[in-house]
Structure formats: structure tokens, C-alpha cells
């Protein structure tokens, strides 16, 4: 039955089968594959970007300067590379828009996902808090594009013709509150829409935290004479902090990567910084969307160069925050980290 | 004398009770409060597209293609349907090998979907040939829904009671036995919930399938490669904008169809989730 002549006929075929295809060696190998996509990935981006990474040196992230060049000029060659006559790429509006919507995303997010969390794990009985919860988390389960919709149909016309106004003429001498107030698209409108996407991961991970808690910590501090929210607000809470910042840091991660949202109230804008809170802005994640039909135009292919290297920029960030929030994370318990 | 400095203290005791019940009573409003309002936009982005979604619904939508901005969704509801399915039955052998073998890729969660798009793009799209297509979007959705299900199926496996693999190991069974005679089918709930949330997340998605899949207003031919193929999502981006109501009720269509089977799929895994929790109480 041994096939491989005489030489071989001592060698335990059987035995190296059984092994390499093992059912446990299978599984192995199938999840190492998974494991290493994000390498590939990372690869793959890189590899295909070097030209645009070449070309456009340092100047990628600190100039205000995406320009596909003349696209019906004759290819010229700058590096090496084969460029449009008048293209160059620099990103530092998509990375002042992605920072930006960002941080005010994590302003309205924070306040409201630890005032919900504190509410749900303390303030409503036991029996029916699952259920209420998930009414909120049910906020993470609504697709991207939807939320788009919903901006682009309700938040925008309602804070451009109704609120942004009034902030102008009450609060217009605070800084970046000064009008013109725009027509709705732009900064925080992005921020907004993105806080209520990025929200029930915060109240979702901290409610669990709160509620599992020892509850020898509130008991201890009711006895000491602190009622029950003293005991949520000065001990449980503070217990809980790890799991804040933890959480708050993955959900940052997921709003730096928000695409359909953002590009649908966001404004578009091209090579200029916000200087108010109503400017229209781009994310690198919206713009990857926005920009491919005219980097497509682009025969030379840099423009598309470019925009893997906004996303190897975009990948490389992420990887870099849910690592950081992972480290904080990872005493506290894998089952935090759930979806809802 | 003792009585009168007890009555200083209880009026002193008094006072602070009074500042700090309100300073509870704040607490507690700020924070319902913030509950209420994160529970009304829920409710009002939900009545937007219920309202708006079933005013648009015509027997048109479901029988005829996109034609312009008008017609029906019948080519995107198909093509949902095959991007999802494809790109499910793509990540569930993978995502349970993981899930079983306890392999750490929850950092593909925090990969925005955009970056996994343009990933599939230079890789499949370009670098393969195979252009927008079904076969570069389906395995798209499938990296993007890999790590739920393994982090279900390992989160379901850690439940079944150690005892239960202990005796069939005892019994002479094999790893393969073990886990697909024993654990799988205990874990089986749990799993089904991480297949059904990524189904519902691939339903949901759009970013990285305009960079894969692309778009196309015809019925899907069959074809894996070089063919683009539509999806419900895409024309909720890009129907919306657009100045006409037929195209806006297409729109609004998709969204109520997508954001349903969103909700009813969420519902039923938390239903599922619910009773295979039930492990815990046994083991």
C-alpha cells in the first residue's frame, strides 16, 4: 500500500498524515490564516502605496494640497514616478477633519454614555435592565448608512436652520461658536452623528462594568452614610475607570473609521481646516469613498496610490488605538468587548 | 444643655441631608436624562425610516430593477442577498476554526470597514483582475464578519461545562469528536447568534462594497468575477441626494428594509443568547 519505491517504504506515512491533517492542526492553520490578514493587510496597502509614499514624502501629512494635476496634461515624471502635471497630495485637512469630528464625538459621547451606564446599573430594577439596555445598544446595531440618511434628512436641516443660528447670535463670541453658521453640513454635525454611533459602546461596556462590581464596595458605602447614587458616583464609578477610559479609547477607534455617516453630513470639504464648528469637513475614511470616481480619472494611477495611502495611514492609526485600548481592557474580562 | 446641642446636631445633620438629597436628585435626573435622549434618537431615527419607508413601499419596488433613479430594488435586494449569503458562508468556516482554537483577532474588529474595502480593492479587484464583483465583495464582508463569529463561537464554547468534554475524552473520544460531537452542539446557540450578527452586519454594510462589489442596476447573471453586482445600501447613499422623489423613495425603501431585517435579527440573537446562557446556571 506504501507508494513512494523502496527508499521510502520504513517511512510512517500514516503517522505524519494523522498529524499534518490532524483535526487540530486544521484548525490551526485556518485560524493562523485569519491572524494573518491583518498583516497582509497592512502589507498589501503598503506594497501598492510606496510609489504615492515615495513621491509624496513628509509633505503627505502636514500640507493642505490633494490635487489630481491636469488630467488631460501629457504624464510627467517627478521621483521616478509618473505624475499628472500638477498633482500633488498632502492630507493635513483630513487629518484636522478626522481628529476634530473625533473629539467632539467623544464630547457629547462620554457624558451621555456614563450618565445612561450610571442609570442602567443602578437606577432601573434588575429584572427589566437587559431588555431597557438593549433598547440603547440597539443604537450600535443600526447600519452606517442609515444614520446617514437620517442626518442628511433630519440633523442637518434642523441644526442648520434652527439651532446653529441661535448658537451664533448667543454664544457667537465664544471661540469657533462665530458665525457664519453655514447650512448644516460640516464639523459638528459630523461629530454629532458619530456620538450617538460610538455611544452605546461606552454605556454598553461600562454598565457591565457597574453592575459587576463587587457589591460588597456599595454596601460598604451605603454603611459609611452615602446614599445609594453617592455610593454609584464616589466609589463604583471610580472603580470602574479602567473600563471608561478602556472603552472611550476603543470607541474613538471606531469613530476615527466611520465612513458612510460622515460622508453623508460632513460637507465634503477639499484642502482647507475648519475654522469654526460649522465648516464642512472631510475624514480620511469619508474621503477614500468621496474621492474614488475621480481618482479612478487618473491615468498615471498615483491618485489611487494616494488614497491606499490614506488608508494605510487610517489602518495604521487604529491598529495603534484598539491596541491601546486592549491593553487597558484586558483585565476587565474579554466579554466587555462584545458588539451588545 | 445635652438636649440642646442634639437639636444643633439634627439641624446641622438636616441641612446636609437636604443639600445632598438634591444633589441626588440631580444625579439621578442628569442621568435619566441622558438615558432618555439616547433612547429618543433611537426612536426618532427609527421613525424616520419606518414612516418614510412605508409610504415609499410599492409592489413596484419588489418586481421591477432600478431604472435611472426610479423602478424598483429587486436587483439590489438580490444582490444583498448574495453578497451576504456569500459572504457569511465564506466566514463561517474560518470564523469557528478561530472561535474553536481560541485564536485572539478581535484587532480586525477595530480595522475600519473602509480600509478591509480598499484592501479588497488592490488585492482583488485590481491586483487579481477579478473587478467589481460579487466574489471581492462577498469576501470583503466575509474579513469584516470573521471576528464576530469567532468571538461568539469562542465566547458560546467557553460556556459548555468542562465536565462534558472531560467525559467524552474519558470515553476514548477524539479532539474532532470532542468538539463537533460535544461542544459545537452545546455552543450551538451562541454560534448561531455570532453567523446571524454577521449576517446582519454584511447587510448593513456599504463603504467597503463601493470599493468591491460596485454597483449595478441589473439582476445579478451568475457571474462571480468582472461583474459588478447592486446592493440596498448603496442606493440609501446614493438615491437620497438626489433631487427626485422616486429616486428618494427608493431610498427610504432600502432604508426600511435594511434597517428591519437589522432589528429582527439583533432581537433574535439576544433571544438566542438569552437561553444559551442557560450552561451557567448547570455547570
Redesign the interface.
Known amino acids: 500500500m506504501i507508494s513512494g519505491g523502496p527508499i521510502l517504504r520504513g517511512f510512517r506515512w500514516r503517522w505524519l498524515r494523522n498529524r499534518l491533517f490532524s483535526f487540530r492542526s486544521l484548525t490551526a492553520l485556518l485560524a493562523s490564516l485569519v491572524g494573518f490578514i491583518l498583516v497582509l493587510m497592512v502589507v498589501f496597502l503598503a506594497l501598492y502605496a510606496w510609489p504615492a509614499v515615495r513621491l509624496n514624502g513628509t509633505g503627505f501629512l502636514t500640507q493642505n494640497s490633494w490635487n489630481l494635476g491636469n488630467l488631460y496634461g501629457n504624464p510627467i515624471t517627478v521621483h521616478g514616478q509618473q505624475i499628472l502635471p500638477g498633482a500633488e497630495y498632502g492630507i493635513l485637512f483630513l487629518i484636522a477633519g478626522t481628529l476634530l469630528s473625533t473629539a467632539i464625538a467623544l464630547l457629547i459621547a462620554v457624558p451621555f454614555g456614563v450618565g445612561a451606564a450610571m442609570f442602567l446599573s443602578e437606577g432601573v430594577p434588575p429584572p427589566v435592565r437587559p431588555w431597557i439596555s438593549f433598547f440603547v445598544e440597539l443604537l450600535a446595531a443600526i447600519p452606517s448608512v442609515v444614520y446617514g440618511l437620517w442626518g442628511y434628512v433630519v440633523v442637518i436641516p434642523f441644526l442648520g436652520h434652527h439651532i446653529f443660528p441661535l448658537v451664533v447670535r448667543w454664544l457667537g463670541f465664544l471661540p469657533f461658536l462665530g458665525g457664519p453658521a453655514g447650512s448644516g453640513y460640516g464639523l459638528f454635525t459630523a461629530g454629532f452623528v458619530l456620538s450617538l454611533m460610538i455611544v452605546p459602546l461606552i454605556t454598553a461596556t461600562l454598565r457591565d462594568a457597574l453592575v459587576g462590581q463587587p457589591p460588597e464596595l456599595r454596601d460598604g458605602a451605603m454603611a459609611l452614610g452615602a446614599t445609594r447614587f453617592e455610593a454609584l458616583r464616589t466609589v463604583l464609578l471610580p472603580a470602574a475607570r479602567r473600563v471608561l477610559v478602556g472603552s472611550t479609547i476603543l470607541a474613538t477607534g471606531r469613530a476615527l473609521g466611520e465612513t458612510m455617516a460622515v460622508l453623508m453630513v460632513s460637507g465634503n470639504a477639499l484642502n482647507y481646516l475648519p475654522s469654526n464648528i460649522y465648516t464642512p469637513i472631510s475624514t480620511m475614511a469619508s474621503f477614500i469613498v468621496s474621492q474614488l470616481d475621480s481618482a479612478l480619472q487618473d491615468p498615471t494611477g498615483m491618485a489611487v496610490r494616494s488614497l491606499a495611502e490614506v488608508a494605510l495611514v487610517l489602518c495604521l492609526i487604529s491598529i495603534v488605538v484598539n491596541a491601546l485600548a486592549r491593553v487597558l481592557l484586558h483585565y476587565q474580562g474579554r466579554h466587555l468587548l462584545r458588539a451588545f | 444643655m445635652a438636649a440642646g446641642i442634639a437639636e444643633i446636631e439634627a439641624t446641622a445633620v438636616h441641612s446636609v441631608t437636604r443639600l445632598?438629597?438634591f444633589?441626588?436628585y440631580l444625579?439621578?435626573s442628569?442621568?435619566?436624562?441622558?438615558?432618555l435622549?439616547?433612547?429618543g434618537?433611537?426612536v426618532?431615527?427609527l421613525a424616520?425610516?419606518f414612516v418614510?419607508g412605508l409610504d415609499s413601499l410599492t409592489p413596484q419596488v419588489l418586481t421591477h430593477v432600478t431604472e435611472g433613479t426610479g423602478g424598483g430594488l429587486l436587483n439590489a435586494i438580490e444582490g444583498t442577498m448574495v453578497l451576504a449569503l456569500g459572504g457569511v458562508l465564506l466566514a463561517v468556516?474560518?470564523?469557528l476554526?478561530?472561535g474553536?482554537?481560541l485564536?485572539?483577532?478581535?484587532?480586525?474588529?477595530?480595522?475600519?470597514?473602509?480600509?478591509?474595502g480598499?484592501?479588497g480593492y488592490?488585492?482583488m479587484v485590481?491586483?487579481l483582475g477579478w473587478q467589481f464583483s460579487a466574489a471581492a465583495g462577498s469576501v470583503a464582508l466575509a474579513?469584516i464578519s470573521?471576528p464576530?463569529i469567532?468571538?461568539?463561537t469562542e465566547?458560546a464554547l467557553r460556556e459548555v461545562p468542562r465536565g462534558l468534554r472531560e467525559a467524552a475524552y474519558a470515553l476514548g473520544a477524539?479532539?474532532?469528536a470532542v468538539?463537533l460531537g460535544i461542544s459545537v452542539p452545546a455552543a450551538l446557540p451562541g454560534i448561531l447568534t455570532g453567523i446571524l450578527?454577521a449576517l446582519?452586519i454584511s447587510?448593513?454594510?456599504?463603504?467597503p462594497l463601493?470599493?468591491t462589489a460596485g454597483w449595478s442596476s441589473y439582476l445579478w447573471n451568475g457571474h462571480l468575477i468582472k461583474e459588478p453586482i447592486g446592493y440596498l445600501?448603496y442606493v440609501?447613499?446614493a438615491f437620497?441626494?438626489e433631487p427626485f422623489a422616486s429616486a428618494q423613495a427608493l431610498?427610504?425603501a432600502a432604508?426600511l428594509f435594511?434597517?428591519l431585517f437589522?432589528?429582527v435579527?439583533?432581537v433574535l440573537s439576544?433571544l438566542l443568547l438569552?437561553q444559551s446562557v442557560g450552561w451557567r446556571g448547570r455547570s
Open positions: 445632598r438629597r444633589q441626588d444625579g439621578w442628569a442621568s435619566a436624562l441622558a438615558f435622549l439616547l433612547g434618537a433611537m426618532w431615527i424616520i425610516v418614510k468556516p474560518p470564523g476554526a478561530c474553536i482554537y485564536a485572539e483577532i478581535d484587532v480586525l474588529v477595530g480595522v475600519p470597514s473602509i480600509v478591509i480598499y484592501f488592490v488585492t485590481v491586483m474579513i470573521l464576530y469567532s468571538r461568539t465566547m477524539t479532539d474532532r468538539v450578527l446582519a447587510v448593513g454594510e456599504t463603504a463601493l470599493y445600501t440609501i447613499w437620497i441626494t431610498a427610504y432604508a435594511v434597517t437589522v432589528l435579527i439583533s439576544r438569552d
